[in-house]
C-alpha cells in the first residue's frame, strides 16, 4: 500500500482534509485505510492498484469544487457600530439643536428643504442640504435610528469615506428624482431619503459581492433576494402621516443601482487613501451645498 496524504491530526485542518479525503475515496468505492502514529502524524494508505484511481477521484473532486463559495464569516458583534455613523448622527443633532434652539428652524427648512418648484429654478443645493434637516425630535430619532441600524454596517464594510459619498450621492440622487416629478412648494426634510438609499446599497452588494450562483438550480430568483429582501425593509419604513413615500422608494433605488455600479469595481477603489479622498469629495460637496443655499438668500 502507498501514501496519498500525509498530516497531523493535531492540526484541525490536516485533520478536515483528511476526512474529506476517506469520504471521497468511499463514495467511489476507492479501498483506503488511515495509518496513525503516537504523535498525531497520520497517513492515508491505498492498495498499489487504486492508487491510480483514487489520484484521479481526488482531483476531479478538486476540479468540480474549487469555485464552491467559503462559508460567510460570523459577522462581529460590533458591526452596527461605526465611528463615521456616530460622527454623523452627532453631526444630524447639533444642526436640529442649533436651528431649533435659535429660532431659526421654520427659516431653515423654508431656505434648505427640497422642492420640485425651487430645484426646477436651479436650486440643486436643496437637495443636498434637505437630507440635514428634520422636522421635529422625533423625525430626528427615527433617522438616527435608520442610520445605526442600516448606514452602521454600510460605512463598516464600504469604507468610512467610500460610504458616505455612497450615501450623498443615492441621498441626493433620490430627492431628485422624487422633486422633478411634482410640481408644487411642498418641501421635503430628512435623512431618511439616505437611510433608505443605505437599505438599497447594502442589498446590491450582497447582490454583487461573495455571491457565487453558477451552482444554485434558480440563479436569477436567487439573486433576487437580497433587493427582496431591502425592497421589503423600505417599505416597513415608508408609512406615515408625514412620510415622503416617493423620496423613500427614489432614495432605495437610487441606492441600489448606484450599488450595482459601484460594487464590481469597489476592489481599486478601496483602502484608506480612497477613503480620505472620498471624505473629502463629501466635505468639498457639503460645504458648497451650503454656501450656495447662503448665497441665494442675500
Not at 168 to 179: D, P, R
Amino acid at each position: 500500500m502507498k501514501s496519498i496524504f500525509s498530516g497531523n491530526l493535531h492540526n484541525k485542518n490536516s485533520r478536515k482534509q483528511a476526512d474529506l479525503i476517506l469520504v471521497v475515496l468511499a463514495s467511489q468505492s476507492v479501498r483506503a485505510v488511515i495509518d496513525t502514529g503516537p504523535d498525531g502524524l497520520c497517513n492515508i494508505l491505498v492498495p498499489d492498484d487504486d492508487l491510480l484511481k483514487a489520484g484521479q477521484q481526488l482531483k476531479k473532486y478538486a476540479r468540480e469544487n474549487k469555485d464552491v463559495p467559503r462559508p460567510v464569516p460570523q459577522a462581529p458583534a460590533r458591526i452596527f457600530f461605526s465611528p463615521a455613523a456616530l460622527a454623523l448622527v452627532l453631526l444630524l443633532a447639533a444642526i436640529h439643536y442649533i436651528i431649533t434652539t435659535r429660532g431659526l428652524h421654520k427659516q431653515a427648512i423654508l431656505n434648505f428643504g427640497a422642492s420640485s418648484y425651487y430645484l426646477s429654478q436651479g436650486q440643486s443645493f436643496r437637495a443636498v442640504t434637505a437630507l440635514f434637516l428634520h422636522s421635529d425630535t422625533a423625525h430626528l430619532l427615527g433617522n438616527i435610528a435608520g442610520i445605526i441600524v442600516l448606514a452602521g454596517p454600510l460605512l463598516r464594510v464600504t469604507g468610512y469615506g467610500q460610504g458616505l459619498l455612497l450615501l450623498l450621492a443615492a441621498g441626493t440622487a433620490g430627492n431628485l428624482i422624487s422633486e422633478s416629478l411634482g410640481r408644487d412648494l411642498r418641501l421635503s426634510i430628512g435623512a431618511s431619503t439616505a437611510v433608505m438609499a443605505a437599505a438599497g446599497l447594502l442589498g446590491a452588494r450582497r447582490m454583487t459581492i461573495g455571491t457565487q450562483l453558477r451552482h444554485s438550480r434558480f440563479p436569477k430568483l436567487k439573486a433576487l433576494v437580497p433587493f427582496a429582501a431591502a425592497a421589503t425593509l423600505t417599505a416597513m419604513f415608508s408609512h406615515g402621516e408625514n412620510t415622503d413615500v416617493s423620496a423613500h422608494l427614489f432614495g432605495f433605488l437610487a441606492g441600489t443601482g448606484i450599488g450595482l455600479l459601484y460594487y464590481p469595481l469597489s476592489s481599486p477603489l478601496s483602502g484608506p487613501i480612497m477613503g480620505r479622498m472620498g471624505f473629502g469629495i463629501v466635505l468639498a460637496i457639503l460645504c458648497t451645498a451650503f454656501i450656495q443655499g447662503v448665497s441665494s438668500i442675500f
